[in-house]
């Protein structure tokens, strides 16, 4: 059974960061594209960061140069580095897996709250 848990989240001033982390179990992740997306209230889910499974990374204009998307494949999981916070980067921040071999698996975890405010 695939799982995806995220952890790390929680209320952070403007300018703080967070780490979060998505502890991967019934995967490898070599044979998977990761990504974290992110929902905020009354918005659409966005992707934030990706790492594929080759390790390239990609980022979306609103985070590049704060976030940084990694992974440690001994531990099975992926982080997110996230520094000079603002309250825009206010969400429910999601982990993601997509297969490189098999298009119809695609796997997500339930999130973890990230609030920035002072």
């Known amino acids: 059974q695939v799982q995806l848990v995220e952890s790390g989240g929680g209320l952070v001033q403007p300018g703080g960061s967070l780490r979060l982390s998505c502890a991967a179990s019934?995967?490898?992740?070599?044979?998977?594209?990761m990504g974290w997306y992110r929902q905020a209230p009354g918005k659409e889910r966005e992707l934030v960061a990706v790492i594929t499974s080759g390790g390239s990374t990609g980022y979306a204009d609103s985070v590049k140069g704060r976030f940084t998307i990694s992974r440690d494949s001994a531990k099975n999981t992926v982080y997110l580095q996230m520094d000079s916070l603002k309250p825009e980067d206010t969400a429910v921040y999601l982990c993601?897996?997509?297969?490189?071999?098999?298009?119809?698996?695609?796997?997500w975890g339930l999130g973890t709250q990230v609030t920035v405010s002072s």
């Open positions: 993601n897996a997509k297969s490189t071999v098999f298009n119809n698996r695609i796997y």
């Open positions: 019934g995967i490898t992740l070599r044979s998977y594209n």
